[in-house]
Nanobody
Framework: QVQLVESGGGLVQPGGSLRLSCAAS????????MGWYRQSPGKKRELVALISSGGTTNYADSVKDRFTISRDNAKNTMYLQMNSLKPEDTAVYYC?????????WGQGTQVTVSS
């Protein structure tokens, strides 16, 4: 089992920045993929960004050049630096962890972009 705890969400004005964190604990293996997803009311959960344990990244087109995903393998922690935030970025952001055919999710953290 893997447990995920997200932090860092909140209210920010358009154009502002936030940094999300996701700490993983439990049965962690060296080879895995972590990612951020988000879900707005009435919409499906969508991929924001992924990062492998080797550092390979992938971004949704809507966040490219504004968001940066990173991780600290020694701390089993993943981050999402979000810059130039827009109202349409408002959503619950979920941390995802995948290894050995199993998928795990965090509880989610609310990000609200509003003036």
């Amino acid at each position: 089992q893997v447990q995920l705890v997200e932090s860092g969400g909140g209210l920010v004005q358009p154009g502002g920045s936030l940094r999300l964190s996701c700490a993983a604990s439990g049965s962690i293996f060296s080879t895995n993929i972590m990612g951020w997803y988000r879900q707005s009311p009435g919409k499906k959960r969508e991929l924001v960004a992924l990062i492998s344990s080797g550092g390979t990244t992938n971004y949704a087109d809507s966040v490219k050049d504004r968001f940066t995903i990173s991780r600290d393998n020694a701390k089993n922690t993943m981050y999402l630096q979000m810059n130039s935030l827009k109202p349409e970025d408002t959503a619950v952001y979920y941390c995802q962890y995948y290894q050995l055919g199993h998928n795990y999710w965090g509880q989610g953290t609310q990000v609200t972009v509003s003036s």
